[in-house]
C-alpha cells in the first residue's frame, strides 16, 4: 500500500521560503512510470497543481509558480521535497503531495498524502 | 489549453442517481479522471480513463466521456457520498494536469 506524508513548518513569514517534504513508503520514487507531484488548495477553494519531478531529477513547474518553484527528489530517502520562495498571504493553503501515475490509462494522481496546512503570516 | 467547467453544486436525495458534469470543447478526445474530497480530507481518485475503479471505489461510481461533455455518474446516492468532486485532464499541448473547479455534491 502506498503512503505518503507530508512534513514541514506550519508557519512561514511573508518573503521567506516555504519548505516541505514528501516521504513515501510502499513504493519507490525510482519505479518508472510516476511523478512526484505537489498540489495545494486554499481555504475554501480548488485543487492547484504545483509541479512534479521524476526520479532522474527532471522537473515540470505550473507557469504560476514556475518563478519561484524548486522541486527535487531524493532517492536514498525515498523522498521528494517542495520549496516555495517569497512567499505571501496568498500561498496560504493546504499542500498535498501525490503519486502521479503515467501509462496507457492516462496522467491521474493515484495517490495523495494527508495534506500539510501552511500558514504565511508574520 | 484546457479550461474545464464543472457545476458548482449538485443535491440529490438517497437513493436516486447523482450525475456531476465536466465540460470542456472536445474533451471526449481525451481521458477523464475524477477525485472525491470529503470535508477535511485528501482527494481520492474514484474515476480514472473514463471509466475505470480503484479495487476500493464501489461500483456504484462510472464515468463516461463524449463529445463536450464528461459525467460521474453515483447510483444509489448515499450519505457518505456526500463530497466535492474534481475532474482532471492532462494538457498534451502543455504538458501539465488540468483540475475542474470541483463541484459540491449534497445529499438531501
Known amino acids: 500500500q502506498v503512503q505518503l506524508q507530508e512534513s514541514g513548518p506550519g508557519l512561514v513569514k511573508p518573503s521567506e521560503t516555504l519548505s516541505l517534504t514528501c516521504t513515501v513508503s510502499?513504493?519507490?520514487?525510482?519505479?518508472?512510470?510516476?511523478?512526484w507531484s505537489w498540489i495545494r488548495q486554499p481555504p475554501g477553494k480548488g485543487l492547484e497543481w504545483i509541479g512534479f519531478t521524476y526520479y532522474t531529477g527532471s522537473t515540470n513547474y505550473s507557469p504560476s509558480f514556475k518563478s519561484r518553484v524548486t522541486i527535487s527528489v531524493h532517492t536514498s530517502k525515498n523522498q521528494f521535497s517542495l520549496h516555495l520562495s517569497s512567499v505571501t498571504a496568498a500561498d496560504t493553503a493546504v499542500y498535498y503531495c501525490?503519486?502521479?501515475?503515467?501509462?496507457?490509462?492516462?496522467?491521474?494522481?493515484?495517490?495523495w498524502g494527508q495534506g500539510a496546512l501552511v500558514t504565511v503570516s508574520a | 489549453s484546457y479550461v474545464l467547467t464543472q457545476p458548482p453544486s449538485v443535491s440529490v436525495a438517497p437513493g436516486k442517481t447523482a450525475s456531476i458534469t465536466c465540460e470542456e470543447n472536445n474533451i471526449g478526445d481525451t481521458n477523464v479522471h475524477w477525485y472525491r474530497q470529503k470535508p477535511g480530507q485528501a482527494p481520492v481518485l474514484v474515476i480514472y480513463y473514463h471509466s475505470d475503479r480503484p479495487s476500493e471505489i464501489p461500483e456504484r461510481f462510472s464515468g463516461s466521456n463524449s463529445g463536450n461533455t464528461a459525467t460521474l455518474t453515483i447510483s444509489r446516492v448515499e450519505a457518505g457520498d456526500e463530497a466535492d468532486y474534481y475532474c482532471q485532464v492532462w494538457d498534451s499541448n502543455s504538458d501539465q494536469p488540468v483540475f475542474g473547479g470541483g463541484t459540491k455534491l449534497t445529499v438531501l
Open positions: 510502499g513504493a519507490s520514487v525510482r519505479s518508472g512510470g510516476y511523478y
Open positions: 501525490s503519486r502521479f501515475t503515467v501509462d496507457t490509462t492516462g496522467h491521474y494522481f493515484e495517490n
